[in-house]
């Protein structure tokens, strides 16, 4: 029922055009009709949000220009595709180790922890550990 409301409301805000050309010009903002801007306008203004000062459209970009960028784009994401695959499939074998130590009767999540300190440097994991013993035995728990 609302949106059959909404419809009706949505019909009547908008102004009635008569050629195409008129309708590509007007753009409805909140209910009213308001002109659109033209095309040069929209390119040599930076968005709301963007830090980067305005760019111009240059208009007589060569294909060349526009197919070497093209090109560069397509390689960019195609590497970025085949890491993520490869990113894939190390988790997957990482997965696979751990579930080979909880086969064999390690406790996967003490593995984890004992990666995670290894990581640390010596300073770090010693200031981690003595926070941790302090709160202990604060707790009671030492």
């Known amino acids: 029922m609302s949106e059959m409301r909404t419809r009706r409301r949505r019909?009547?805000?908008?102004?009635?055009?008569?050629?195409?050309?008129?309708?590509?010009?007007?753009?409805?903002?909140?209910?009213?009709?308001?002109?659109?801007?033209?095309?040069?306008?929209?390119?040599?203004?930076?968005?709301?949000?963007?830090?980067?000062?305005?760019?111009?459209?240059?208009?007589?970009?060569?294909?060349?220009?526009?197919?070497?960028?093209?090109?560069?784009?397509?390689s960019f994401i195609e590497r970025v595709e085949r890491l993520n695959e490869e990113k894939q499939s190390i988790a997957d074998d990482i997965k696979e180790v751990f579930a080979e130590a909880k086969g064999t009767g390690f406790d996967v999540k003490a593995l984890r922890a004992l990666i995670r300190l290894r990581k640390m440097d010596q300073d770090q994991r010693l200031n981690e550990e003595g926070v941790l013993n302090l709160y202990k035995a604060a707790l009671g728990m030492a």
């Open 11 to 74: 019909q009547r805000a908008e102004p009635e055009v008569e050629t195409m050309e008129a309708a590509e010009a007007v753009e409805i903002v909140e209910g009213e009709a308001v002109e659109a801007p033209d095309e040069a306008e929209i390119a040599t203004k930076s968005g709301i949000g963007h830090n980067n000062p305005p760019v111009p459209v240059d208009e007589e970009m060569s294909d060349e220009g526009t197919a070497l960028a093209v090109n560069q784009l397509r």
